[in-house]
C-alpha cells in the first residue's frame, strides 16, 4: 500500500533501537525524511547510516536526552518545520507500590508524560496553520491494564493517555491528528530487562521468564519492532487522516478487555 507520506519530514524520538527504531524504518521504508534522536551517539549513527543506505533518504541524527528541556530544544532546532512527530523515550524502572518516592514520580513524569506533551505543544501550532500533521505517541498497555510492577509507568502514561484525548479533539479540524500506540511485550532491550528483573525477583532462567510471559500472550511470542513500525507508520499515512485521538494496543491479545 503507498502510504502516501513520500516526502514528509519526521522527528522520531528515541529512535536508535527497539520501537523508536522500528517506527524510524517504516517512515523511511514510506519515503519520510528523518530526524532520529537517542543518548547514545554510536547507535544512533549506526541506525542513521543504515536507513540511508537502505532506503535512500535524508537522516538527521541529535544524540541527546530528550526528556531534559535543552535536549528538547535541540532536537527541535534539528527537525524544524516537521509533518509527523514520534514520541518516545525509556521506560521507568520496576519496582513495587512502596519503593517510590516524589523524586521517582517527578523523572517518570518528566520522561514519559511532560516530554511528549512539551514537544506537542511545539509541533502542532506549525502543523495546524499547514493543515496537516501526524503525532503518535508510544505509550503502553499499562494505559489500559494496570501493570503491577510498572506503577510509575502505570502513572505517568495515564496522565498524557488525558492529555491526548482532550488535545487530539482540538486539534483534529485542522488536518492534525494525535493517537497514541500501546505497546505489549516486543522483543526489544527494554523486554530483556523486564524478564531479567523476573529472574532475579523468582530465581529463574531467562528462558523461563520469556516462555512464562509467553504463556500469558494469547499470540504466544513477544511483537516485533518491524510490526510495531508498520502501525506507527499506517497512523502516519494519508489513510489515517480520520483516526483521532485513539490508544491502539499492540499486544498479541495479551489484555484481556472487551474494548
Ligand atoms: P529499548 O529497546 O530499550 O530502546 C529505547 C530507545 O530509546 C533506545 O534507542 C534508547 O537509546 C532511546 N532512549 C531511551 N531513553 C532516552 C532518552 N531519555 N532520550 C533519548 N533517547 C532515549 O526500548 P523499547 O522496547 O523500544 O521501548 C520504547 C518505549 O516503549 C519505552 O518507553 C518502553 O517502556 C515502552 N514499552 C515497551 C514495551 C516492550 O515490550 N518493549 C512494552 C510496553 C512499553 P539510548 O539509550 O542511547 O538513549
Redo the contacts with the bound molecule.
Keep these: 500500500m503507498d502510504l502516501g507520506i513520500k516526502g514528509k519530514r519526521a522527528l522520531v524520538?528515541?529512535?536508535?533501537?527497539?520501537?523508536?527504531?522500528?517506527c524510524a524504518r517504516a517512515l523511511a521504508e514510506a519515503g519520510v525524511a528523518l530526524v532520529m534522536?537517542?543518548?547514545?551517539?554510536d547507535?544512533?549513527e549506526a541506525?542513521a547510516a543504515d536507513i540511508r543506505d537502505d532506503f535512500g533518504v535524508e537522516v538527521t541524527t541529535v544524540?541527546?536526552?530528550?526528556?531534559?528541556a535543552d535536549?528538547q530544544a535541540e532536537v527541535l532546532e534539528a527537525a524544524g518545520e516537521i509533518d509527523i512527530l514520534v514520541t518516545?523515550?525509556?521506560?521507568?524502572p520496576p519496582g513495587v507500590w512502596s519503593d517510590w518516592d516524589r523524586e521517582d514520580f517527578i523523572a517518570a513524569l518528566d520522561?514519559?508524560m511532560l516530554?511528549p506533551i512539551a514537544l506537542m505543544k511545539a509541533v502542532l501550532p506549525s502543523m495546524m496553520e499547514r493543515g496537516w500533521g501526524r503525532v503518535v505517541n508510544?505509550?503502553?498497555?499499562?494505559v489500559r491494564a494496570p501493570i503491577g510492577v510498572?506503577g510509575l509507568?502505570n502513572a505517568a502514561r495515564t496522565g498524557l493517555t488525558g492529555y491526548v484525548a482532550g488535545t487530539s479533539r482540538q486539534v483534529a479540524h485542522a488536518g492534525v491528528t494525535i493517537n497514541n500506540l500501546?505497546?505489549?511485550?516486543?522483543?526489544?532491550?527494554?523486554?530483556v530487562?523486564?524478564d531479567k528483573g523476573v529472574t532475579e525477583a523468582q530465581g529463574i532462567s531467562m528462558e523461563e521468564a520469556k516462555a512464562q510471559r509467553e504463556a500469558t500472550i494469547p499470540a504466544r511470542r513477544?511483537?516485533t519492532?518491524e510490526e510495531f513500525g508498520a502501525a506507527c507508520a499506517f497512523l502516519c499515512s494519508q489513510h489515517a487522516g480520520f483516526i483521532v485521538g485513539q490508544n491502539i494496543l499492540l499486544d498479541g491479545g495479551g489484555t484481556n478487555i472487551t474494548m
Design positions: 524520538c528515541a529512535s536508535s533501537k527497539g520501537l523508536g527504531l522500528g534522536n537517542a543518548r547514545g551517539a547507535a544512533l541506525a544524540a541527546c536526552d530528550v526528556t531534559t535536549g518516545n523515550a525509556g521506560g521507568p520522561a514519559n516530554t508510544i505509550t503502553s498497555q499499562s510498572l509507568s500501546l505497546p505489549g511485550i516486543h522483543a526489544t532491550d527494554r523486554a530487562s523486564l513477544y511483537g519492532k
